[in-house]
């Protein structure tokens, strides 16, 4: 359970151990604003509810270019991109929203983007009781482009494979969908 009060603690001890003043005018507030951020921000506790409908449709179904924000768990600093989901719907189909709910959802957490792009696969193909579910997140890390090696701009590609997408035929309309290609 979020306990902001220790949150905002541990921001202000932060500023001291970099040598800021926590009591300076520009950053009286920032420890109670950070730990806000972080309560407001972060989504752990909070499961949506994915309602499934009945339907005959068994084609695929695609969104792509759905923007996230997320947090590496590594360094606790934002990771940024778009995710790209397709699936072939068993019976039941989503309403489309829900599928950014489910992007959402995951990445509203302290993560890493293998994980991120596995757990999205893997709620979707379970809600929607799919035959098949492709999740492709392209993403900048700013722990990479601030730190260590300094490179702005360098998106990392992960992919998430289930059911029917492993057949070439299936993955390969996913991806010339998502690129661009009808």
Known sequence: MFDKNKATNAVRQLL????????????????????????????????????????????????????????????????????????????????????????????????????????IADELEKVASATGVMAVIEAEHLCMSMRGVRTPGAKTITSAIRGVFKEDVVRNEFLKLINGGI
């Open 16 to 119: 001291i151990a970099i040598g800021e003043d926590p009591n300076r005018e520009g950053l009286l507030e920032t420890p109670t604003r950070v730990a806000q951020f972080y309560k407001e921000w972060l989504e752990y506790n909070k499961e949506p509810t994915f309602t499934a409908f009945s339907a005959t449709y068994s084609n695929m179904v695609i969104i792509k270019d759905i923007p996230f924000y997320s947090l590496c768990e590594h360094h606790l600093i934002p990771f940024t991109g778009k995710a790209h989901i397709g699936y072939i719907p068993n019976s039941k189909i989503l309403g489309l929203s829900k599928i950014v709910r489910i992007v959402n959802k995951y990445a509203r957490r302290l993560q890493i983007q293998e994980r991120l792009t596995d757990e």
